[in-house]
């Protein structure tokens, strides 16, 4: 009984600290004083990317810039020198969510699928009264929480590993059946395991596991050469480990570079191929607005296909974050505007690509 007890009291506290280090999209701020989180409003972008890579060695922060049909990026290092161009291989983290959904608005054109689909349908699943429907996932509106925890999480965390690391389709699927919902739409709540039931879902429409699946289409259809599930090697460094087809790969685990992210970026301002256009459009209204990010001038006012949507600016946004990068894409389709920022330093290190990213577009935009 006491050895039970025991494990009981290991398992809550792997728990507790697993929810400190699991990134979920970074929406939230990590980490600045109260001074800091007051100067930042003030500062210029030039300001913040200084400061950023002020007395980093490390530092290679990636800027593309979209504007009146040009394309162009600059690297930074330290102290924010300019270097010569280099495309580097970052983590692109949960950026990844926009093209899980975007492989599904292409399933949904080719009529394999639809958004009011319970998931049940396509995974096997115990007979319950209800699953979510697509929509709910891609909206994080089902009511699923961030990440449900498992075993394999706390020798993740004992190694040093991604936390989602060795989290197979098979517990996936498990956790999926053990979990009771209501019939209706949730608050918003930024879901990695709803992105990664939809991901579930979409390997049982093309019979193809997620890696190859998401591969392909990232190659075949968008036409991106550089971007793809991560192999945990590339040019930088401490990019995470992922087991073959893990489960929450559909939410995070893709890798890229700036020429492949400005790419896409292009491909979302002329909305071809045509399903990416769809993904713009507004599923939810989530005024998902804390008081941090009105000061930083970031807003959620709803949600697209994973696309999060600043109704304020007119801007279509995402970002991501692993361990050890950080980066933000986002895009005015009227202006025909976009900016793709990409950091290899962590999201909680001084200031992170997304608040630099809404910065340098919002500053564009009044040009």
Do not use: C
């Not at 930074?76 to 926009?98: A, F, M, R």
């Not at 590339?234 to 559909?250: F, H, I, S, T, V």
């Amino acid at each position: 009984m006491k050895i039970k007890k025991q494990r009981k009291k290991w398992v809550i506290l792997t728990q507790s600290i697993i929810a400190v280090v699991v990134i979920g999209g970074v929406f939230g701020f990590i980490a600045y004083n109260n001074y800091k989180i007051n100067q930042i409003p003030g500062m210029t972008f030039e300001e913040m990317l200084l400061y950023t890579t002020g007395n980093n060695d490390e530092a290679a922060v990636t800027v593309g810039i979209i504007k009146d049909g040009e394309e162009s990026y600059t690297l930074y290092g330290t102290d924010g020198e300019v270097l010569p161009q280099k495309e580097h291989i970052y983590e692109i983290g949960s950026i990844t969510k926009t093209f899980t959904a975007s492989l599904l608005l292409k399933a949904i054109s080719e009529g394999k699928i639809n958004l009011d689909d319970t998931v049940e349908k396509y995974m096997e699943l115990p007979e319950k009264d209800y699953y979510p429907t697509l929509k709910r996932l891609i909206t994080h509106t089902s009511g699923y929480k961030n990440y449900y925890f498992e075993m394999p999480m706390t020798g993740s965390f004992l190694t040093g590993k991604n936390s989602f690391y060795g989290i197979s389709p098979e517990k996936l699927t498990d956790r999926t059946g053990n979990i009771d919902l209501e019939d209706r739409d949730y608050e918003f709540n930024y879901s990695n395991f709803g992105i990664s039931v939809t991901g579930a879902v979409l390997s049982e429409v093309y019979t193809k596991e997620f890696t190859a699946l998401i591969n392909e289409f990232i190659r075949d259809e968008l036409g991106l050469t550089k971007t793809m599930i991560s192999n945990g090697s590339g040019d930088l460094r401490n990019y995470w480990d992922w087991k073959e087809n893990d489960a929450y790969m559909p939410a995070g685990a893709l890798t890229s570079t700036i020429g492949d992210m400005m790419k896409y970026a292009q491909l979302q301002l002329d909305g071809y191929p045509e399903y990416l256009l769809k993904t713009h459009e507004t599923l939810a209204v989530i005024n998902n607005n804390s008081e941090n990010n009105k000061k930083m001038n970031i807003h959620m006012d709803s949600i697209g296909a994973a696309w999060i949507k600043d109704e304020t600016h007119n801007i279509i946004w995402h970002n991501g974050g692993t361990g050890d990068f950080n980066s933000y894409i986002g895009f005015d389709p009227d202006k025909r505007l976009a900016v793709v920022i990409l950091s290899n330093l962590p999201p909680g290190y001084r200031i992170p690509a997304t608040v630099m990213g809404v910065k340098l577009l919002t500053d564009l935009q009044k040009q």
